[in-house]
């Protein structure tokens, strides 16, 4: 396993609900993650994805607004957000 791969490793098998997951069933959530950085205030989901994703904040911290550029939420280190797929709300990437 790669040095980013086994720091993913240790990241996510501490993380509830993926701290009750066996050592096997973590290895193998890892070997099939798809890592993906985020530049400051930047928008998510990337223009044209339709996916339902779900997100693990590794590093910096997450702001998410409603259309009227409420704040309705903030997600930091070791935060899970599923909510960035609803097209109807802007997502901002903070540092």
């Not at 396993?1 to 701290?19: A, G, K, Q, T, W």
């Not at 009750?20 to 099939?32: A, F, G, W």
């Given at each position: 396993?790669?040095?980013?791969?086994s720091?993913?490793?240790?990241?996510?098998?501490?993380?509830?609900?993926?701290?009750?997951?066996?050592?096997?069933?973590?290895s193998?959530?890892?070997?099939?993650?798809?890592?993906?950085?985020?530049?400051?205030?930047s928008?998510?989901?990337p223009?044209?994805d339709?996916?339902?994703?779900?997100?693990?904040?590794?590093?910096?911290?997450?702001?998410?607004?409603?259309?009227d550029?409420e704040?309705l939420s903030?997600?930091?280190?070791g935060?899970?957000?599923?909510v960035?797929?609803?097209?109807?709300?802007?997502?901002?990437?903070?540092?």
């Amino acid at each position: 396993m790669s040095n980013d791969l086994s720091e993913v490793h240790d990241f996510i098998r501490v993380i509830p609900p993926f701290d009750t997951l066996s050592e096997e069933q973590i290895s193998r959530l890892t070997r099939n993650i798809y890592i993906q950085y985020v530049a400051s205030n930047s928008s998510l989901p990337p223009e044209g994805d339709q996916k339902a994703v779900l997100y693990f904040i590794r590093k910096g911290a997450l702001a998410y607004f409603g259309n009227d550029n409420e704040l309705l939420s903030k997600y930091g280190e070791g935060d899970l957000c599923s909510v960035f797929y609803c097209r109807m709300k802007m997502l901002k990437f903070l540092l």
